[in-house]
């Protein structure tokens, strides 16, 4: 699978809103996105994903690069629930492999 | 959204000991389920990968002998960790993947917290 590079940690303000990047710069064209967060001391949670096209639900939204070389999740206003790491996973379409590889992610710090 | 459930949530064993982990899709049948590993401050190892009525595939590195999964209905999975030592200690976590969703989602268990002494 293709590797994606997110920051490390980042930090944000309750109710304000806040923007995940995430790379990819080997994307291939049937390279799904994908966005899981881990609260702490729990299983990961499926956010949102897509492939060309942004996308929106009652969670985040999902930016994607016109040359889908790199994405963002959009959270739009971010509560104290929100403190998470979050994970950019590059998921291949084709075949029957649907494992996750997992990165290190990007630990969102919320203030109050 | 779909649940996996998870039993026990955590767990504390003697070193040389089997200990047995259950993953079930409550609301939903599952043909493939994933086991992972996490060790504190790190991200989610893939171990394996359970399809329902055939073995289970192992990561490279990940001894099947000593990690035996099993799938025997579309809802159960389990994992038992054999001759259990103080290096297993880890978070494993399960999740599914629901064969009617067209979107790929995998849900993901709760986690069981594994301490062998």
């Known amino acids: 699978d293709a590797k994606t590079t997110q920051p490390n940690s980042m930090e944000s303000n309750e109710e304000e809103p806040v923007h995940l990047p995430c790379n990819h710069s080997?994307?291939?064209?049937?390279?799904?996105i994908h966005w899981y967060r881990q609260l702490p001391s729990q299983g990961p949670e499926y956010v949102i994903h897509?492939?060309?096209s942004n996308v929106n639900n009652r969670m985040a939204s999902l930016a994607i690069a016109e040359d889908r070389k790199s994405s963002t999740l959009i959270l739009h206003r971010a509560t104290l629930r929100d403190a998470a790491v979050y994970y950019c996973?590059?998921?291949?379409?084709?075949?029957?492999?649907?494992?996750?590889?997992f990165g290190k992610g990007t630990l969102l710090t919320v203030n109050p | 959204g779909a649940v996996v459930s998870q039993h026990p949530s955590w767990v504390i064993c003697k070193s040389g000991t089997s200990v047995k982990i259950e993953c079930r899709s409550l609301d939903f049948q599952a043909t493939t389920m994933f086991w992972y590993r996490q060790f504190p401050k790190q991200s989610l190892m893939l171990m394996a990968t359970?399809?329902?009525?055939?073995?289970?595939?192992?990561e490279q590195g990940v001894e099947k002998d000593k990690f035996l999964i099993n799938h025997a209905s579309l809802t159960l999975s389990t994992l038992t960790v054999t001759s259990a030592h103080p290096e297993d200690s880890s978070f494993y976590i399960c999740?599914?993947?629901?064969?009617?969703?067209?979107?790929?989602?995998?849900?993901f268990g709760p986690g069981t917290r594994l301490t062998v002494l």
């Open positions: 996973i590059l998921r291949n379409s084709g075949g029957s492999n649907y494992k996750l590889t």
């Open positions: 897509g492939l060309t």
């Open positions: 999740s599914a993947r629901d064969w009617r969703e067209r979107r790929d989602t995998q849900y």
């Open positions: 080997t994307i291939s064209g049937t390279d799904y």
């Open positions: 359970s399809n329902e009525g055939s073995k289970a595939t192992y």
